[in-house]
């Protein structure tokens, strides 16, 4: 009897659900057509950038070798690892509202400690003496708090220091952010590249390896003379007498006056050198007159690095003439602001990682990789014409997980996104392609937002969410 009522009971009980959050993923279907036909392997999905590791050709390696010379290579080798850590900690300068709002702190500061209340118990000459003291120590505490920023003076020498500790990694760099667009655009063939910055010709390497046959005019701008000698040297292999491979090289050291149009435009490693604000803009406005196709922005990875790139690009997508409209192509698959900058208690820079072999000057230097860290911006004039463009991008390393995979997300609504990839939730395609994913890859699919999803489940266990957007 105690048998049959428990049974009753147990068909009457209504069955419970709870709800978790699920962020639906929505493959692209060719790439979910080729992974279940065999034809593309997850491993070399569209999203991927190749490659992740770089080393210099052998014929620049050997190059920047034979330009050391005679230049003893043990204070060569330590220049370049201080003006390596010195670019790296490097601000632009300060704006002067940013020294009044520190001046103003500091000020209280003083205040609390030599009140003004004290003036009308001295007499005048102690007065004079007081305050000059006060505003020495207002001084100092500013100076102290204040970034001494001066431009970095390169003669012949500092050359050859900024080849040799530079040359490579930023060749590496140069070489990620090109590939991606050629990449992505199979169709872009520049016949004219402009360099505004070029240092040593670094942009020039990558840019003569991917599109040698289609460019017919290089133009190089670097205040720096004697740059310019040592890049023009680098391209004859480091003997002045050898003819140079490419065609229609040029170089200034200011901008041209002209209002001739180039294909590809890059300004790397540069923003940095300018003083002000004001300044940048005006450049960044001139060489974005000169863009015709595509124009690229890269800096140190670090935060005032990320700050100057997403401030470049912000600047230039908010012109408002018609002639000038164009659009972000890379990494952002949007054009609103940056979401780590939004926050300004997050000092996470949006930055992305490439491994290069140094420059091995001799026994004694040979290391392992290194990895470097850089923000860039690649813009686009005109409108948008990529279909994939809305593909989220990986901003941080994809964590693989037994049967599972965590990538952190920058999505087209301009929001960070993190997702929890499984084979049940999401299907076979879009868990293969995001486990093999890396940071600065990005995933062939569209991420849409939390929705419910009803589940039957034991109604004594509580429900947790799966997915999360990112803080």
């Known amino acids: 009897m105690q048998f049959s009522l428990n049974c009753t009971r147990r068909h009457v009980v209504q069955r419970l659900y709870r709800f978790t959050s699920k962020i639906a993923v929505d493959v692209d279907p060719t790439v979910i057509s080729g ?6 392997k997850p491993r070399k999905h569209p999203g991927i950038v190749k490659p992740n590791h770089l080393e210099l050709p052998q014929q620049l390696g050997d190059t920047l070798k034979r330009i050391v010379g005679d230049h003893p290579v043990k204070k060569v080798l330590q220049d370049s690892q201080m003006l390596n ?3 790296r900690s490097r601000h632009p300068p300060p704006t002067l509202a940013e020294i009044e709002n520190k001046k103003k702190l ?5 205040n609390a400690k030599m009140s003004l209340e004290r003036l009308a118990t001295l007499s005048e000459e102690e007065a004079d003496r007081w305050k000059r003291k006060r505003e020495l120590e207002i001084n100092k505490r500013l100076s102290q708090r204040t970034y001494a920023w001066k431009p970095i003076e390169y003669g012949a020498y500092e050359a050859i220091v900024y080849a040799v500790a530079r040359g490579a990694q930023e060749y590496a760099v140069l070489k990620r952010v090109l590939t991606e667009l050629a990449q992505r655009d199979e169709h872009f063939k520049p016949r004219s590249y402009f360099d505004f910055g070029s240092g040593v010709g670094t942009g020039m390497w990558v840019a003569s390896e991917l599109w040698k046959e ?3 005019e290089y133009y190089n701008v670097d205040r720096s003379r004697e740059m310019n000698e040592l890049s023009e040297l680098i391209l004859r292999d480091g003997q002045e007498n050898k003819q140079i491979s490419l065609r229609n090289v040029f170089y200034r050291q200011f901008l041209p006056a002209i209002e001739t149009k180039y294909d590809l435009i890059i300004i790397s490693h540069t923003l940095f050198e300018m003083v002000d604000k004001a300044q940048r803009e005006e450049v960044l406005l001139n060489l974005w007159r000169k863009c015709d196709g595509y124009m690229v922005i890269a800096e140190e990875g670090t935060r005032r690095g990320c700050e100057l790139v997403n401030d470049a690009r912000r ?3 908010h012109i408002k003439d018609e002639e000038l409209q164009g659009h972000t192509f890379a990494p952002c698959p949007h054009d609103l602001r940056c979401p780590r900058l939004k926050d300004l ?3 996470t820079p949006c930055n992305f990682p490439v491994k290069y072999a140094p420059l091995r000057l001799s026994s004694d230097n040979y290391g392992d990789r290194q990895t470097s860290l850089y923000s860039y911006a690649i813009l686009k004039k005109g409108p948008v014409t990529d279909t994939s463009r809305p593909w989220p991008r990986i901003v941080r390393p994809t964590l693989v997980r037994s049967k599972h995979a965590i990538c952190r997300l920058c999505t087209e609504e301009g929001k960070l996104q993190e997702v929890i990839f499984t084979k049940a939730k999401h299907g076979k395609s879009a868990y293969s392609c995001a486990k093999v994913s890396r940071w600065g890859d990005r995933l062939p699919m569209a991420v849409g937002p939390l929705q419910p999803s009803s589940q039957t489940t034991n109604p004594s266990k509580t429900a947790q969410p799966q997915d999360a957007e990112l803080a």
Do not use: C, G
Not at 35 to 40: F, P, S, Y
């Open 85 to 87: 850590s010195y670019i």
């Open 345 to 347: 208690a997050d000092r």
């Open 315 to 317: 600047f230039l997508l």
């Open 214 to 216: 289609n460019i017919f």
């Open 35 to 40: 992974l279940e036909q065999a034809t593309l």
């Open 106 to 110: 500091i000020v209280e500061e003083v």
